[in-house]
């Protein structure tokens, strides 16, 4: 168990749908990073937050968003989905802003299927 | 450019073998840190190994073992005697200090253990 909580783990919903994915990172960890995972494109870099402040953005579409609340924990928001944004979708925390800090810490992950 | 290569796509293997993941990465940063993740079957990604790029030495725990060398820019990790709870998907990630906070991931080698 990594300490880092992912809800929900599975999700299935239509195209042109909104959902939002839930992240609480390991007790003390003050970055969250959401990483995108599919069969094609591997594990894609989206976003960091590091103490409620957006600190790097990787390839995350407009249609995507995400923020950290004060309590640390992190929500990615993704609206009008398509079909191609079915995906595991992993959000990982670390105890600083970077890698210098420690590693990352893995949740088990969303799967979201969009029909 | 992939700053993180692991050009092994699939290896099998038979239980008991020895087996080296490749990976090679590109960075112009002096201080950097690699990382090696394991994801089984059932989806989280399991943290292995953080090295800094200060640190050549090589380092074994347990089956596992790791061999960094800065001279050809690769970070191969080795199982010794594998089992098939060894079969994974195992990525290599590395992290620079200058930008500080992307951890870049390979593709994955998926490693399979035959009994």
């Known amino acids: 168990d990594s300490g880092v909580t992912q809800t929900p783990k599975h999700l299935i919903t239509a195209t042109g749908q909104r959902v939002t994915l839930r992240c609480s990172p390991r007790s003390g960890d003050l970055s969250v990073y959401w990483y995108q995972q599919s069969l094609d494109q591997g594990l894609q870099f989206l976003i960091q937050?590091?103490?409620?402040?957006?600190?790097a953005k990787g390839n995350i579409l407009e249609r995507f968003s995400a923020q950290q609340f004060p309590d640390l924990h992190s929500e990615l928001n993704l609206s009008s989905l398509e079909l191609g944004d079915s995906a595991l979708y992993f959000c990982a925390s670390s105890v600083g802003g970077g890698a210098h800090t420690g590693e990352l810490f893995f949740g088990e992950g969303s799967r979201l299927t969009v029909l | 450019a992939q700053k993180v290569t692991q050009a092994q796509t699939e290896i099998s293997v038979v239980e008991k073998e020895d087996v080296t993941l490749d990976c090679v990465y590109e960075t112009r940063d002096t201080t950097y840190y690699l990382f090696w993740y394991k994801q089984p079957p059932s989806g989280e990604l399991v943290f292995l190994i953080r090295r800094n790029s200060f640190d050549e030495q090589n380092e074994i725990s347990g089956r596992y073992s790791w061999n960094f060398q800065k001279s050809t820019s690769s970070f191969n990790f080795t199982i010794t005697a594998s089992q098939v709870v060894d079969s994974a998907v195992y990525f290599c990630a590395l992290s620079e200090a200058g930008t500080g906070n992307q951890f870049y991931f390979g593709t994955g080698t998926s490693l399979t253990v035959i009994p």
């Open positions: 937050y590091y103490n409620g402040e957006e600190r």
